[in-house]
């Protein structure tokens, strides 16, 4: 049974920063690409990010302020979230990732997220 246990969430000003972490445990295999997706209250979920030995995703909207970490001996993940925003504020979850090409076409790939935890809020206010 998959496991993803994600903490670090809080309330922060805009402009602050966190640092969320995955601790997951139950795989079947030694590794899998592990990222964070997020939902705000009616929002559609929005993925954040994607880790997949060493090669990196993110959404345009947090280019440049988060970074996506991991510790493989530890089975944990991070998130560094950096010059936060009130509209980062969401719930954000901790899963497993993959990327999906579209055939027959020259199109960037779309993330999906398969496997999550409980969440951990993140609330960025004045």
């Known amino acids: 049974q998959v496991q993803l246990v994600e903490s670090g969430g809080g309330l922060v000003q805009p402009g602050g920063s966190l640092r969320l972490s995955c601790a997951a445990s139950g795989f079947t295999k030694d590794y899998y690409a592990i990222g964070w997706f997020r939902q705000a209250p009616g929002k559609e979920r929005e993925g954040v990010s994607c880790?997949?030995?060493?090669?990196?995703y993110y959404a345009d909207s947090v280019k440049g302020r988060f970074t996506i970490s991991r510790d493989n001996a530890k089975n944990t993940v991070y998130l560094q979230m950096n010059s936060l925003k009130p509209e980062d504020t969401a719930v954000y979850y901790c899963?497993?990732?993959?990327?999906?090409?579209?055939?027959?076409?020259?199109?960037?790939?779309?993330?999906?997220?398969?496997?999550w935890g409980q969440g951990t809020q993140v609330t960025v206010s004045s």
């Open positions: 899963a497993t990732c993959r990327a999906e090409y579209n055939s027959g076409s020259d199109s960037p790939p779309t993330y999906e997220y398969d496997y």
């Open positions: 880790s997949n030995h060493g090669s990196t």
